[in-house]
């Protein structure tokens, strides 16, 4: 029996398991989520590496080349044919380091807007060249505009670290402050190299390299704190050596040169000193560059190794859970459902077939009628509940029986107090009938049949508790008895005769063995009419031959009642409810129904058109007699 109300079990379950099983899920798809997502951005810094980082420091590469040249032609107009081929591969370095950067996709907003700078800075590199062909504007001026540009590639450097592990992002984060060393480095050449053209230390130009010295100081002091011992040796190394020492002298010379001064001896070897330091760092540079690149795949594979099997292993937890919460989940409603259909079994079929057994029959209940519900239950709380509902069939099957016996001690206490009643009821009957014989007087007779008609209704009410109790009167006809002498024989047992009319019926007879039956049916309809109608109002009674046998209406002009309390009259006279002591004002109403179900009767309640009710009652044609009536019992 599928439930009717309410949502089943199962979905409850389903939303108990689901709160647990949705948690794991989501921490699992979280943790996987999140160390997977470091592994992939480790994957997205190596192409970012090959896709950006490269290509721009070749760019930056060019522009220091170019820079160099543009200040060397500004000085002594020597090295335009340089210049110009040097050109031609900045330019063929920023074409390359554009393509490369479209090819690259979902960047993080910070990145694409440092990428548009950057494009911005390279864009100007044309108005850096007209200067520096017009020579309308100081060296430093041009090495400033260069040095722009620079910056701005290395803010996009900054954004592009991406990686999620601490070790890689201090070393990335280290290279790239000795990249910025090493671009101060090149500023420095610049200068140089204008120095030296000039002969002597301007003080503009000595104000910014003093800057550019101490910047790249910095710069330098601060990557080899962060470079671990396979990144750093080369560059301890180099700090080492002769080279970066005169260079380091080459520095503090300039910077304390004096503008009135002229330059000394040893700056012939300035440019020397640092053509062979720029070598040797761009060696250094490259190299660490490819150390640190290659460590970053290994590390992204290692990770996404790690995380594969820990995410494999999370995966078949879940899986498990799932499907152990399915199974207990089937399991449970399986039990409940079994339990279900047995309880509604023994609810619906067995006690309701005990129930009706018992009106008729009060002999103990076999033991098929109250075996006890058989469930297979492995759950505690499920064999609880079968032992429980056992229990309540052996109390209702108690019950029940307790409540047959009783209703069948009252229907027999009414059955004989009703037939002792008919009893003597029949013998005032015929007691009175032998006195309005002998009587001649009009008052007394008239009070004779007064009393005559008061017997009539008390035998009437007698039999009425002989038919509640499914038993039959006592008084019965051998002989057909025609129509129009039944409806008077009911008429004349309500007490408020004289309203009512009985309009001319068909010459018809009822059989003999049913006349008292409907005599009966139609005196307790007649009745009810004139009781729920005013008193002055009268009540007809009309007959009709119908295909199927023969109708009776009984019409009354009373208030009438509502459809829903008529429905509920009209579903009682056609069920034939079992006698409810507590509705004993429709007592009329029970036999009725009880007598219409003996005979095959339909009687029906309808609005009447002046108001009131019309009670219909269709008499079968096996109810009808063949032969004309005839009188007598």
Known sequence: MPPTRGRPITVKLLVLLLVPLLSLVGLWAFAAGLTGGDGLRLLAAKDMSDNLTGPSVQVNVALQNERLLSVGLMMNGRGSDELVEQRRATDQAITHFQTSAARVRNLPPEMLNQLSALNVRLAQIIDIRRQVDASVVEPIDVIDGYSEIADASFRLYDSMILVPDMTLYQQAKALITMGEATEVLSRERAVIAAVLARGRVDGREREAFTGMVATRRLLHAQAMSYLDGGLRASYERLAASPVYKEWLEAEDAVKDQSPKDGLPAAAATWPIDGENLWAAVQHN???????????????????????????????????????????????????????????????????????????????????????PLQVEADTTEVRDIVQAFNDVQATAVEAAVDQARLRHGVSQVFVNLARRNQSLLHRQLLQLDSMERAEEAPETLSDLFKLDHLTTRMRRHAESLIILSDQTPGRGWRNPVSVHDVLRAAVAEVEEYERVEVLQPPPVALIGSVVTDVAHLMAELIENATLFSPPRTRVDVRSALSPHGMVVEVEDRGLGLPRTELDELNDRLTNTPEFDLAQSDRLGLFVVSRLAARHGIKVRLVSSPYGGLTATVALPSSLLADQPAMAGR
Do not use: C, H, Y
């Open 285 to 371: 540079q490259t190299a660490s560059t490819k150390t640190l690149a290659d460590r970053v795949t290994p590390d992204a594979i290692g990770m996404l190794i790690k995380i594969g099997v820990a995410a494999g292993a999370g995966l078949l937890a879940v899986v498990a859970s799932i499907l152990l919460s399915l199974r207990f989940r089937k399991r449970l409603v399986r039990e409940l459902a079994a339990l279900r259909d047995a309880a509604t079994e023994l609810a619906e079929v067995r006690l309701a077939g005990l129930v009706k057994r018992l009106r008729t029959n009060t002999e103990p209940p076999t033991a098929e009628e109250v075996a």
